[in-house]
């Protein structure tokens, strides 16, 4: 490339108190958070050669991650390897998998993309993703303003596909009503599903013999959470909310194999079996080469390095060593669910740096698969290892 694959544009309105208003009104009611800014009244643009690879990249991957799931399932011996917690094991087996490309159908890649427009993955999170008001309301918005290309215009529609399938009877996420974000999010995929679908808290929702009930008693045979999974293992009820799962009283969406996707530890299967050459067609092999980074379950390299926890979110767990394998570098404000999960060590990428009007920042991009498809691009501008501490960017495509 001979041009950088980010730029950015513009600097922060005056008015950003009317603008965040504008924000709320549109379903991101957290660009202020705690009376910080959280987003950055600027827009970053990707180069349109390397967002047309990235997209390229996006679908390959998801392709090769399904049919991991697939060579994983059933398997017990691979559920251990990949951290998948036991009290999910009986749910894997006997639900049938979803057709091909749609064991999540709300999920993001994380990517680093280099200030040269190399592309390599990060990881999946193929089971909760947070982010989708700041990409699906307020990027469009921003992409706007510059006049610049939006690749996020399908999301809602592409979520209104997806909630026309799972047709949820609620939406939850723990401490709905209070926490902003989380409620939030459930809100505005409740909006853009189309359906008459409730917002609960999950601390609400209790298990009568195998029959999952809202506050009021009433049954739920299909519910949208925003609560991982691997929970389960160590939330009390875990044990009842499997066995509501397992026998089919209760549909959960995501799947219950988007666990099988969102493990880290699927990241280090994947690489185990390009390395042997198994599983993966030629043209598989090569976006794996490409795209992956080498990810194994010991720390097997003579480079720089990141370890991170099988289920780690938000940078927590996350931890950076250098050439020499000295630490460099740990995520002190997410939760560390090293303790419950076992590690992932993979070979480390660099973020591109951006200069904002609040500093420079390395900038991690995200792109949303729904319903199938690679569709929305998320910033998160923040440091070398991006937790609750960054800030969300807008990005558009040049």
Not at 92 to 117: C, H, M, N, Q
Not at 158 to 171: G, H, N, Q, S, T
Not at 219 to 246: C, H, N, Q, S, T
Not at 293 to 305: A, E, H, Q, R, V
């Amino acid at each position: 490339m001979n041009r950088p694959a980010f730029e950015v544009l513009g600097a922060p309105r005056p008015d950003r108190a009317a603008r965040v208003k504008e924000l709320e009104a549109m379903g991101f009611g957290w660009a202020d958070l705690d009376g910080d800014p959280y987003w950055i009244d600027q827009l970053v643009v990707m180069d349109g050669a390397v967002y047309e690879e990235l997209e390229r990249a996006s679908a390959a991957l998801w392709g090769i991650f399904d049919k991991a799931a697939r060579f994983v399932a059933g398997k017990h011996d691979l559920y251990g390897m990949i951290g998948i917690p036991r009290v999910l094991w009986e749910s894997l087996d006997r639900i049938p998998l979803e057709p091909e490309g749609l064991i999540s159908r709300y999920a993001r890649f994380d990517w680093a993309v280099s200030e040269t427009g190399e592309i390599r993955l990060l990881e999946l999170n193929a089971d909760t993703p947070t982010g989708y008001a700041e990409a699906a309301a307020a990027t469009p918005w921003m992409c706007e303003q510059y006049g610049a290309r939006c690749a996020n215009l399908e999301m809602p529609s592409l979520v209104r596909a997806a909630w026309a399938e799972w047709r949820p009877d609620a939406a939850a996420c723990v401490a709905y009503g209070e926490h902003l974000e989380d409620t939030g999010t459930v809100d505005l995929l409740i909006r853009h599903g189309g359906l008459d679908t409730k917002g609960v808290d999950c601390l609400d929702l209790w298990v009568d013999e195998g029959t999952l009930r809202g506050k009021d008693g009433e049954e739920i045979r299909r519910l949208f959470a925003l609560y991982p999974k691997e929970w389960m293992a160590v939330d009390e009820g875990g044990d009842a909310l499997a066995y509501a799962i397992e026998t089919e009283r209760l549909r959960l969406f995501n799947s219950p194999h988007a666990i099988l996707l969102q493990s880290k530890g699927m990241q280090a299967l994947i690489w185990g079996l390009y390395e042997l050459q198994l599983a993966f067609g030629p043209e598989e092999r090569e976006a794996i080469g490409r795209y992956m980074l080498p990810t194994y379950n010991k720390p097997l390299f003579d480079g720089s390095f990141v370890s991170k926890s099988m289920f780690g979110r938000e940078g927590g767990s996350v931890s950076l060593f250098d050439a020499e394998g000295r630490l460099e570098l740990q995520d002190k404000d997410g939760y560390d669910t090293s303790r419950l999960f076992p590690l992932v060590y993979q070979q480390r990428a660099e973020l591109a740096k951006i200069r904002l009007a609040a500093g420079e920042f390395h900038l991690l991009t995200g792109m949303f698969v729904i319903n199938g498809v690679p569709c929305g691009l998320l910033g998160r501008a923040g440091g070398p290892i991006t937790g609750n501490a960054s800030h969300f960017v807008a990005i558009g495509v040049r």
